[in-house]
């Protein structure tokens, strides 16, 4: 995959995760999310959505990575159907296995193989795992400047290699500014995520996605170590589930109501 000298070219990288609503389950010792289905990573819309108002705005292209099995495909192809240019799926038998540090390697060892990326977009977390760890740590393994939680991209000067942002806080809002390329992870508070188009649908259909094996970026023994980032479960069990019952006060007015709850609250020793 080839680009332009001086072409804006921007990536996303995307997680293929279980629905919002889906519940854990423990069967046997084996952990799953049941029959649930499998989306884009609902904070990973922004990050989508962000990057194609950039294109939009200046030009260029955008490329989506996503790790995972073959079924990873699917989160492309709705990136794909939202506007993005490329897929790229990185798939390995090991991967399940991943913590954040090694996905971040892997991730970043990819990076550095496409032609001039200018901007990384990352949701701010992934809803499975929740960590929040990639983004930043993507940034730190490629040495380029990183930015959290961002809420508003004020200013991109192609140009003189510059990037403003609005990073949102629970202090506030912080404004920021360091040098492109740069890495960068997004709230929802940053747009309104564009839904795929028909057309969209119809290119994403037809798309062929650049497949990625640790084998060709020459990682294979270097990240497969138990010692170096594989997460092996000894045992897992589901937590016994608690029944709880619940008391209904009644009165004729909310302040005998709540004078009741404070005697009750007194009793159990609550307060």
Same mark, same amino acid.
């Given at each position: ?10 990536? =996303? ?12 389950? =423990?069967?046997? @010792?084996? %952990?799953?999310? @049941?029959?649930?289905?499998? %989306?884009?990573?609902?904070?990973? $819309? ?13 030009? &260029? ?21 939202? +506007? ?6 990185? /798939? ?11 996905? !971040?390697?892997?991730?970043?060892? %990819? ?11 990352? @949701?701010?977390?992934?809803?499975? +795992?929740?960590? &929040?760890?990639?983004?930043?740590? =993507? ?8 930015? /959290?939680? %961002? ?26 500014? +360091? ?12 747009? $309104? ?6 057309? +969209?649908?119809?290119?994403?259909? #037809? ?10 970026? @020459? ?5 497969? /170590?138990?010692?170096? &980032?594989?997460?092996?479960?000894? $045992?897992?069990?589901?937590? !016994?589930? #608690? ?29």
């Amino acid at each position: 995959m080839s680009f332009e000298e001086g072409e804006l070219h921007n990536l =996303v990288c995307i997680k293929h995760t279980p629905d919002s609503a889906a519940k854990m389950l =423990v069967e046997n @010792g084996v %952990v799953s999310w @049941g029959d649930a289905p499998m %989306v884009v990573n609902p904070w990973d $819309e922004y990050a989508i959505e962000e990057a194609l108002s950039v294109r939009d705005k200046f030009g &260029g292209s955008v490329t989506v990575l996503t790790m995972g099995p073959e079924s990873a495909k699917e989160a492309l192809k709705t990136a794909i159907a939202m +506007g993005c240019d490329h897929g790229i799926l990185i /798939s390995d038998a090991s991967i399940a296995s991943y913590d954040a540090r090694i996905t !971040s390697i892997v991730i970043s060892k %990819v990076i550095a193989t496409l032609d001039n990326v200018q901007i990384v977009f990352f @949701g701010k977390q992934a809803i499975d +795992g929740d960590t &929040g760890l990639v983004p930043m740590s =993507v940034a730190y393994a490629l040495g380029w400047p990183g930015f /959290s939680y %961002v809420a508003e991209l004020s200013e991109i000067d192609i140009e003189n290699q510059h990037i403003s942002v609005v990073r949102l806080l629970e202090e506030g809002r912080q404004s920021c500014s +360091g040098k492109i390329p740069a890495v960068i992870s997004v709230v929802k508070e940053i747009n $309104e995520p564009r839904y795929p188009s028909f057309v +969209g649908i119809r290119k994403a259909s #037809k798309a062929e996605m650049q497949v990625i094996t640790l084998d060709d970026l @020459g990682l294979g023994d270097q990240i497969s /170590s138990d010692y170096n &980032g594989s997460l092996n479960w000894s $045992e897992i069990q589901e937590l !016994s589930r #608690k029944s709880t019952d619940a008391e209904l006060l009644e009165g004729s007015d909310m302040h005998s109501i709540a004078s009741e709850l404070v005697e009750k609250l007194i009793e159990d020793k609550v307060i």
